[in-house]
RNA sequence: CGGGGUGUAGCUCAGUUUGGCUAGAGCGCAUGGUUUGGGACCAUGAGGCCCCCAGUUCAAAUCUGGGCACCCCGACCA
């Protein structure tokens, strides 16, 4: 590709509009144009990207056994009211009617599809294993898109569901992806993180999100740096720093703490840590107030707490619903309460002689304990595991990073199946739901990622099997016959050899062509000006290195074709 | 949905507080010339629905009301 002929142009000044690293080298590259909020044109430059990730996902998609097939975007909604999904995606759903007022979505993923497809082709367990997939644009309306291509409301996903007989057979296809991804992500010149994530409403019990670590990640993620193990915040178990030891319980006294609101205030007024304080949190969850009970120096974790209940929807109550349910917010506690659901945190039975509200304005309780002054209706483990909380596996001090979801698999066990009635036969002749799972990997995002990880700050800076193009040939001197004669001959002889190349055949000063080659990051950086013409060389840098390397013309090809292995 | 912010040339922004002549700058773009190893220089030029609608006024980019779009934080995000 010649860059007098290239379709984009490179900007000196980001526009005001981007803020992460990705979004804003995107821009200047002249590689990505938004069209609206989370929406996104893709020029060549991008495309030819895309299109390289693409195939390497559909490489390994196909080598663990994957089988390609494609989608509509168009779905009629009445297979999204069977598995309830379009109450579960709500808001995040786009929606239309057509002329015949039948109502559609476009869809924000493939489940119902492929199990209304699937069930009318598997009869037996001899139709099993499946895998099948697609890469396919998808829509979800996000309530907030940002970072450019890290968060979009219309996006290429590639998407494969996995189809079992048993919980064995999804376990085998379950390590298959896994594996498949670290290759995938491996070859895009990613290193990933793959930890343990929420399955949200619908998952089963295993789930694993693969995570680029970045600053601008939108995920925390907690790992230790002794046994491995890695979650998601949203997920993570912890140990919980303990309270200070109490020789024996302590008989409830009620006292009296005029104006103290926040367990900060308490703790102070009281002189004892937060951990001997039990704060009280409402939520309304589908619909229901309910109380949550967690110690005073831990964090409710709302995504626990909505499994724990087994809920669509958790958010925290407002004041109005407080107010009428007769609570006094500030000075609230499980004791002496009964009329409303009360949930725990298992650290409320870590430690003892609590301070906790006297369900009376200006008045707290302490040495309260569990179960011998109140009870729960439900307890569980709702607390966010923090940084510095000890490792569940090996206790050793969790740090944080920030991190891109690139990747997501899951297993989904039958939930699909059962409501849409995708069915086998077993040797024995008896019916039963077929097992899945689902795997996902967004391409756009990928590459987002990509550049979050590799750039610096002369622009980006391409893993090779991703690049759009391997070597970027700078003629300095567009008008000297030598320079253009000799450059125009390299451009041939490696693009005859079957190699990527952009040729930047522009008029243009030397400095413009190597800053612009520096954006664009393609990865080798090929030289051609008078000097070099006059001494039979070229000039071959890596973009990542400093120093070039002078390599005699004849010698050119054979050398840049080493550099790709 | 809550909080904050921004809409003026392709991009970055001034001008709006205190209404007033033909709306500006830098970069980019076009043409000509001089340049050519890290975003060169000179000259000339093109380019504007000042986000939209309504109002106030002799007069609105500027004031008032309403709307829209986009960005950031949060909520949200199988």
């Known amino acids: 590709m010649r860059m007098s002929q290239l379709f984009g142009r490179t900007l000196r000044q980001a526009p005001a509009e981007a803020e992460t690293v990705s979004h804003q080298l995107l821009l200047r590259a002249g590689m990505i144009h938004q069209v609206a909020a989370g929406v996104y044109s893709c020029l060549p430059l ?33 297979m999204w009211q069977e598995t309830g999904r379009d109450v579960a995606f709500g808001e995040n759903l786009f929606t239309l009617k057509d002329r015949r007022q039948r109502r559609l979505c476009l869809g924000p993923t493939h489940e119902e599809v492929i199990v209304d497809l699937v069930r009318r082709h598997v009869r037996s367990y001899r139709d099993l294993p499946l895998l099948l997939y697609q890469i396919q644009t998808k829509f979800r309306d996000e309530p907030r898109p940002r970072g450019g291509l890290i968060r979009v409301r219309e996006f290429t996903m590639k998407d494969l569901y996995s189809f079992d007989a048993d919980e064995a057979g999804l376990e085998v296809s379950y390590q298959k992806m896994m594996a ?29 999100e693969f995570m680029v670590i970045a600053d601008s990640g939108e995920n925390q993620v907690l790992h230790c740096s002794r046994c491995g193990y890695a979650a998601n915040a949203e997920r993570a178990e912890s140990l919980k720093p303990s309270p200070p030891p109490q020789d024996r319980l302590l008989p409830l006294q009620e006292v009296a703490t005029p104006s103290v609101k926040t367990i900060a205030q308490l703790a102070h007024f009281l002189n004892m840590p937060p951990s001997r304080t039990l704060k009280a949190v409402f939520y309304v969850a589908d619909g229901e107030l309910v109380f949550v009970t967690i110690r005073g120096d831990l964090e409710v974790n ?68 569990y179960p011998r002054d109140f009870q729960v209706d439900l307890m569980a483990d709702i607390a966010l595991a923090e940084v510095g909380h000890g490792c569940p596996k090996c206790q050793t001090p969790l740090q944080g990073s920030r991190g891109i979801e690139v990747g997501h698999v899951f297993k989904l066990g039958t939930f699909f199946s059962e409501k849409l009635g995708a069915t086998y036969l077993t040797a024995e002749g008896v019916q039963k739901p077929i097992v899945m799972g689902c795997y996902g990997i967004g391409i756009g995002r990928l590459l987002a990622a990509a550049i979050e990880q590799n750039h610096d700050n002369r622009g980006i800076i391409w893993p090779a099997p991703i690049a759009p193009y391997h070597f970027h040939i700078c003629a300095l001197g567009a008008e000297n016959p030598p320079v253009v004669a000799s450059a125009e001959e390299l451009y041939r002889r490696l693009q005859s050899s079957g190699l990527e190349v952009l040729l930047d055949d522009r008029d243009e000063s030397a400095g413009v062509k190597f800053n612009d080659a520096d954006l664009l990051g393609i990865p080798y950086r090929l030289v051609v000006s008078p000097k070099t013409v006059a001494n039979g060389v070229v000039e071959i840098k890596e973009r990542r290195e400093k120093e070039p390397t002078l390599v005699p013309l004849e010698q050119a090809v054979d050398y840049v074709k080493a550099c790709l292995q």
């Open 180 to 208: 498949a991804y670290r290759r995938i992500f491996l070859r895009c010149g990613l290193p990933t993180l793959a930890v343990e994530a929420d399955s949200g409403a619908i998952g089963g019990k295993d789930s694993h």
């Open 46 to 78: 991008a495309w030819r990207v895309l299109r390289k990730i693409e195939q390497i996902v559909r490489e390994e998609m196909d080598a663990a056994g994957g089988q390609e097939l494609m989608m509509p975007v168009l779905q009629p909604l009445e």
């Open 302 to 369: 709302e995504i626990k707490l909505k499994r724990a209940l087994g809920a669509m929807d958790v958010r925290l109550a407002n004041e109005d619903e407080v107010k009428r349910a007769g609570l006094v917010a500030g000075s609230a506690s499980p004791v002496g309460l009964s009329d409303i659901r009360r949930v725990a945190d298992l650290s409320i039975s870590s430690g003892a002689n609590f301070a906790v509200g006297a369900n009376k304005e200006g008045y707290h309780l302490v040495n309260a304990n």
